[in-house]
């Protein structure tokens, strides 16, 4: 009988500034591949962000609570700007649990140079996810083995679609539509309140299950 606590646990961090139809793809295509999968929002120290870390949290809830999947929570006590101490969390979290640490292509020339990289792939495996326009280079892919790293390729087809463009033109038909209420209510990225906006969330659009 498998048991629970030694299930393999995925776990994806994003800025979701805002969470993007890519988002919700990623994360509907990590619970259909691995049994658990936990995500949150992160401060990036290299970026600066279009709203709080509390309310980029809530949105990145939302999308949760619209694909209503057993295997996806929101495990927000999880975010740092260091993946070190996200994954030392989660370590103390799930002791017994495999850590597979979900990041995108475009992230994979710049792992090297995370702070203390060599105990961050001692302490999971990396699942990296093809980003259209960065494409996996089998020499990034070498150079993190021959740290110690363990690799998954993670074959999801992902839309290409950017929170960087939906900050500078916001554009219903690239954000979940579950995110309609909280982005007009609180006027976040530009996206006006139902009555005095222009740009309407296109009333055919359902949450994808």
Known sequence: MNDPARAELALFGTSADPPTLGHR???????????????????????????????????????????ANPRLRLAQELSSPRALD???????????????????????????????????LGLCR??????????????????LRQRGAQVDLVPLRIPATASSEIRLHPDPELVPVELWPMLQERHLYGFEPVESSLVQPPPHRRPLR
């Open 126 to 143: 990396l699942a990296v996810v093809p980003r259209l326009g960065w494409p996996i280079a089998s020499t990034d892919l070498d150079a």
């Open 25 to 67: 793809a990623l994360l509907t295509g990590l619970a259909a591949h691995y049994p658990r999968v936990r995500t949150w929002a992160s401060d990036n120290p290299f970026k600066q962000h279009g709203a709080p870390l509390e309310v980029r949290s809530a949105l990145l809830q939302a999308v949760v609570d619209g694909l």
């Open 86 to 120: 996200t994954l030392e969390r989660a370590r103390a979290h799930w002791p017994e649990a495999p850590l597979v640490f979900v990041v995108g292509s475009d992230l994979l020339p710049q792992i090297h140079r995370w702070f203390a990289v060599e105990t961050i």
